[in-house]
């Protein structure tokens, strides 16, 4: 379980008590509500750095420890954050050099949130004396549930001290210049380097150099991560995370896994009208993503009740979509939902963020009333915590891989290329199954799953290509996109051609010899089972070298050519898409290749508008979870007799849905009896 011997599903939200202290009797009814609304975990101190330390050394906890103790009173638990995001005003002051500087090396003013650099020696020990002190405190406080460590990591720094952080980390990575000259193919534009200091990670002639400055950000701020974590460790052994922004561009989240204890998320999605099911995968996705990277729980630590502020069109949620969202979370494997934010503060850039609490302050509110109807739910699955998810078919999504991608210079501009985009329609197509999935990075086990997707796994790091044969002649399905394998770890281009070098071209039984960038008038197709799919702004000229034709372009003076091949390796295969196509396609070609690989949906025979989920329970049964993406009833008919948990419904045999609405079963059926 995520809190240790609080066996309960997690249901509450960031609490900012400190900003409400001078209106008496607020926290008061803060408590009053918390209970109302079935609310047990909370996260505290996120932002409160300069109320609790008003001047250097200079410490009150006393509304602290007031809510600590209030929390151990009422059974709750709290997440106790360390308050780095936000500095105070005094510590910018007397430490200038905490302030990021952008890339010019211009210092940043002290404001905001999560704008302090990294490598300041002033900030990184104000931090540690600030995390000790409240570790101290409160390490054996009975409402300790875990360490909030940060709030949401992010962004880079420019500034001498980070430059010369970054140099020092070429110097480990490289180990001589001669190495990083071969690395960054330096001859180009004659920018052979001759001290490590000359890398100018900003030169946007230098695709390896820019590749790097990202794995030195990531680095960086783990390494920040990680001295958060050891002073708390100190005092408090409790479980710590930070939370993480789903598939936020500029941080490799892969790295931040194995120093959390469980993974944490912020999640917001807008559930716009005709976008439910492009929305309802790419949470999905994310959430897939979170319970891979420990293969157990996690926690989506921050969602909105109501209407999130920074969204472009702040659409209410319609009747289900709140309750179909957070079942989403808890479905995929989050063991708790919680938001941002319990009450909503009257100043500022969130004023008008949802909230569970309003600027009324009452119980009364549509959002209120959802909230606590779904808190009292919460409390009939006891039994979902710490259950698994077993899924047989992997997506690969790999922060390196996207950021060689992005940085080289090809293929049109970043709004054409869309790896993003791409790698959600290929789990999208999975995901329309009902099938249970997960989503790793190309440094996971594959030899775990049934079916392998590299959509536009753009990098081949070292050692990939042999284990992904490996896959394969043990019985695997691999299927692989264009721009597959197109360069090396250091953003060099594959030797030998593509896919994947020499080793790579064996692997797949062809050679992309190059590919043809269609502009938005362009016409082209492919032809796949007698049937004609589009296929727009990228399509590769395969040349096959032992895999077959599984389908053929329909235009232009290379139609008939290869346009998907497949191989056959050991007891398994490999189907290479040399085409971007819609999701017509991918729906069609992912049903068949599904049927083929044996992988079973989580329930059979549902409506084409309803989507399920299924985790199974650490002592026996199974949970499944059901999904209504339309706006009317849709009636499901279960294939056994299964228990309406979620509504109090008794055993039954079918269930109907309401509009936008989810529900979860739970089924005690034997292995031999599904």
Known sequence: MIIRDFRKILHGGDYNPDQWLHVPGTVDRDFELMDEAHCNTFSVAIFSWSQLEVEPDHFEFGWLDDVFDRCAKSGKKLFLATPSASKPAWLAQRWPDSRRADRMGRRDYWGSRQNSCFSSPGYRERVRI??????????????????????????????????????????????????????????????????????????????????????????????????????VREFSDAPVTTNLMGLFPTLDYWKFAPLCDFISDDCYPTWYAGETEREGASVSFRHDMHYSMRNKPFLMMESCPGIPNMMPYTKLRRPGEFEREMLLALGHGADGTMYFQWRKGRNNCEKFHGAVVGHDGSDRTMVFQRVASYGEKLERLSGLVDAVREPEAAVVYDWESNWALRESHFAGGNEVKKWDETILNHYRALWNRNIDLAVIDSDQDFSRYKLLVLPMLFMFKPGVVERLRSFVEAGGTLVATYFTGYVDECNNCSAGGNPGGEAGRRLFGLWSEDFDGLEPAARQSIVWNGKRYSVSDYAEILRLEGAEVEAVYGDDFYAGTPAVARRKLGTGRVIYIGARTEMDFLNDFYGALLDDAGIEPVLPGLPESVRAARRRAVDGGEYYFLYNLKTEDQTVKLPQMMEAVWEKGGNVDAVTLSPNSATVLFSRASDGER
């Open 130 to 231: 600030v995390n000790r002190k409240l570790a101290e405190r409160y390490a054996h406080h009975p409402a300790l549930g875990g360490w909030h460590i940060s709030n949401e990591y992010h962004g880079e720094c420019g500034c001498d001290l980070c430059r010369s952080r970054f140099h020092d980390f070429l110097r480990k990575r490289y180990g001589t210049l001669e190495k990083l000259n071969q690395a960054y193919w330096s001859g180009f534009w004659g920018h052979r380097l001759t001290d490590w200091s000359q890398v100018e990670p900003f030169d946007c002639s230098m695709d390896g150099a820019a590749l790097d400055w990202w794995r030195f950000c990531t680095e960086v701020i783990v390494d920040f991560f990680r001295m958060e974590i050891e002073a």
